[in-house]
């Protein structure tokens, strides 16, 4: 790879770096780990290196600086030779900001670290991530985990939409200081939370009834990506969001958990896949008693609140399921394979185990089928 030098490198934070001791001819071996890999470089004094180049490497120098700091202890050809390993290996990443505008961002440095390993660049992942703007429906279970673990990862817009007040049922999901504030809405309990470990996540809190397409409109036309925690909004909004989202084309990523078990997805994007309504209807026609079900399941669309209070949970599948959303999340943003296109996944926390099932498209879905006026794309 070609140096210039002004490029400011930095080692990367999660490197650890290991001199073994010289064999029989006086060669030594480096050792560069990053737990998902292992590299090894043989040659002569280079614990020179270790002690006099990594130093250096901080992200404050340029490769020019870095130059005249050495001038005599290392030859510029040795000197290449090193930087053009760490580079080509993916053990550097060349710093594009000022190193004072990353400290204030220093929580995500082992992130970008491992973005950078993982083949992006580091202003192409900052960027996808600080430009995203997802909306989250529901702050009462794997919502508030997911909205926390994706402002964790620097996503710079989320906004928290619940008209829900905090009950102490909420606790288990909430800090301590939460706790004292029971009767505050959700969003904007969850808002405080994220403005206290994220400087980066700009929050909107939205409290208002979400009853009609109009106000649930407005919510989605400048989002990248909507999550709806189904454990904490009414069946009547999850609804309302998967044939709006179809609609208007925004990706739409249902989750939840009740008792010991918690399902997110299918990721909903276009009509010719299948979208949530499709897998609520079959999950319906399967279920044991599915007149009994079907019964319930239009008595709680009819309700039009959210019910977290008459769903039992372990606390454990929220905090899990959220953090998969998250994860989808983070993965779509970045291009990434993701596991919920077209798919169920199912979490069983008694037998530990995750499954992954096909979501068929519902012939004649009300939403998805290209009926109720609205066309295939």
Do not use: W
């Not at 169920?344 to 939403?367: E, I, Q, S």
Request: proline content about 4%.
């Amino acid at each position: 790879m070609k140096l210039n030098d002004a490029q400011r490198l930095r080692l990367l934070e999660h490197v650890v770096v290991h001199i073994m001791r010289s064999d029989c001819n006086g060669e030594e071996t480096m050792i560069f780990n990053t737990r998902r890999r292992t590299l090894t470089v043989k040659g002569q004094a280079l614990h020179n290196v270790e002690k006099i180049v990594l130093p250096l490497l901080d992200g404050s120098r340029t490769i020019g600086e870095i130059r005249a700091a050495i001038c005599e202890k290392l030859t510029d050809s040795s000197l290449n030779q090193c930087l053009e390993f760490l580079m080509d290996n993916r053990l550097v990443d060349e710093l594009l900001e000022d190193p004072v505008d990353l400290d204030s961002r220093a929580y995500l440095l082992p992130q970008i670290s491992l973005y950078h390993e993982l083949g992006f660049k580091q202003k192409d992942a900052q960027k996808h991530l600080a430009n995203a703007r997802i909306a989250v429906f529901g702050l009462g279970g794997s919502g508030l985990i997911a909205a926390i673990n994706l402002a964790s990862a620097g996503i710079g817009f989320l906004r928290l939409c619940d008209d829900v007040c905090t009950f102490p049922s909420d606790f288990p999901m909430m800090s301590g200081s939460v706790f004292n504030q029971i009767g505050a809405f959700r969003g904007v309990e969850a808002a405080r939370q994220i403005e206290a470990i994220a400087k980066v996540t700009q929050t909107e809190t939205v409290t208002d009834p979400l009853t009609n397409d109009e106000t649930v409109n407005a919510l989605l036309e400048d989002v990248d990506l909507v999550i709806v925690a189904t454990d904490a909004v009414s069946v009547n909004l999850a609804y309302r969001l998967n044939r709006l989202c179809l609609k208007m084309q925004r990706p739409l990523l249902p989750g939840g958990a009740v008792g010991v078990e918690g399902t997110f997805g299918p990721l909903v994007f276009s009509q010719d896949g299948p979208c949530y309504l499709c897998y609520r209807m079959r999950s319906i026609a399967c279920a044991k008693l599915p007149e009994a079900e079907f019964a319930i399941e239009q008595f709680l669309d009819r309700e039009r609140r959210s019910q977290p209070r008459l769903r039992e949970n372990l606390p454990i599948a929220q905090m899990l399921v959220g953090s998969y959303l998250a994860l989808e999340t983070l993965k779509m943003l970045l291009g990434l394979p993701i596991a919920t296109d077209g798919k169920l996944l199912h979490l069983d926390l008694l037998g530990t185990k995750l499954t992954h099932n096909v979501v068929l498209k519902k012939p004649g879905c009300p939403h998805c089928s290209g009926q109720n006026g609205t066309k295939k794309s």
